[in-house]
């Protein structure tokens, strides 16, 4: 049986689309569960660190109602430029590319007042109209949650390798971190792992780590959940500062214990990425069962 006919627009958007995807090697998605878990710091230190690898890397900030990424990179006062027909993203060095809701509002302090319809009019242009140019990795900084603007969101990037879950040791936050990992895999996502954010404060003046809100149960929770387990990264104030400063702690203070983590998490995820295709393979197979077994049900019934 033929499926409905597509308009000649939707045509138009999916070519758009898969243009711009097509010169994306991999797209990695920062998913949380509840705001508040450092989601952004994670998300931004991420692609900071993919961009001193040496890899072309671009960062869009999906957070509608709390667009944070430009503040962390001090770009908070740039403004988008098009070229052509489209939005180009503000360059931050080595070979980074910044894109943000932050940068179509009149100012810092302005509020995104807009319906969902709208909200997602613009995340659709930013995934098809931007001019990202090669890539090797696309980040993105969703919103916090599994709701509608999650979920549109999810739908509209199709070739996402896998999502990264970032949560923190607290039982109400694990408990969010657990329906992050159902949300992907309705959605079809790979779940690249779960990285356990505010893991243990570290003193600044003895370096002595005590566990203000425990530990451990993020990698819990990965084991549970059958998905990788990323690392931990403690809770310093050079990371607070550096997210205040616009400068990511793996270029502020690279020696730092949270610099450290940050570059041992990412190694991780590029690991699963480009090198231990079995995990994510794995679970697309899962994918695809289900979605076998579910046709069949319907058939039946």
Not at 191 to 213: K, L, Q, T, Y
Request: proline content about 7%; aromatic content about 4%; some cysteine.
């Amino acid at each position: 049986m033929a499926g409905p006919m597509l308009s000649a627009e939707q045509i138009e958007d999916d070519t758009k689309l898969m243009e711009t995807l097509s010169r994306i090697k991999h797209v990695i998605i920062v998913l949380s569960g509840k705001g508040g878990v450092g989601k952004s710091t994670v998300s931004s230190n991420l692609a900071q660190s993919l961009s001193m690898m040496g890899l072309m890397t671009g960062i869009m900030d999906l957070d509608i109602t709390g667009p944070n990424i430009p503040k962390m990179f001090h770009i908070e006062d740039e403004r988008l430029t098009v070229e052509g027909e489209k939005l180009v993203p503000v360059d931050v060095p080595p070979s980074l590319r910044v894109m943000s809701m932050a940068f179509l509002l009149p100012d810092k302090d302005s509020a995104l007042m807009w319906r969902g319809p709208v909200k997602m009019g613009a995340v659709k242009q930013f995934v098809e109209d931007v001019q990202w140019g090669p890539l090797d990795y696309l980040v993105i900084d969703m919103p916090p949650g599994s709701g509608d603007e999650a979920l549109s969101i999810a739908q509209l990037i199709p070739k996402a390798d896998g999502a990264v879950i970032v949560t923190t040791p607290q039982e109400v936050a694990l408990l969010d971190s657990r329906k992050s990992v159902t949300f992907a895999a309705q959605s079809h996502i790979p779940v690249i792992g779960i990285v356990e954010n505010m893991s243990g404060f570290v003193c600044p003046h003895c370096g002595r780590a005590v566990d203000i809100f425990k530990s451990g149960g993020g990698e819990a929770a990965a084991k549970d959940m059958g998905v990788p387990f990323l690392g931990r990264i403690p809770l310093e104030p050079g990371v607070v500062e550096s997210g205040d400063s616009g400068l990511p702690i793996v270029v502020r203070d690279p020696d730092s214990a949270a610099a450290k983590a940050f570059k041992a998490f990412v190694q991780k995820v590029v690991d699963i990425v480009e090198r231990d295709t079995e995990v994510l393979a794995g679970q697309r197979a899962r994918f695809k069962e289900e979605d076998a077994r579910r046709m069949a049900q319907q058939e039946k019934g």
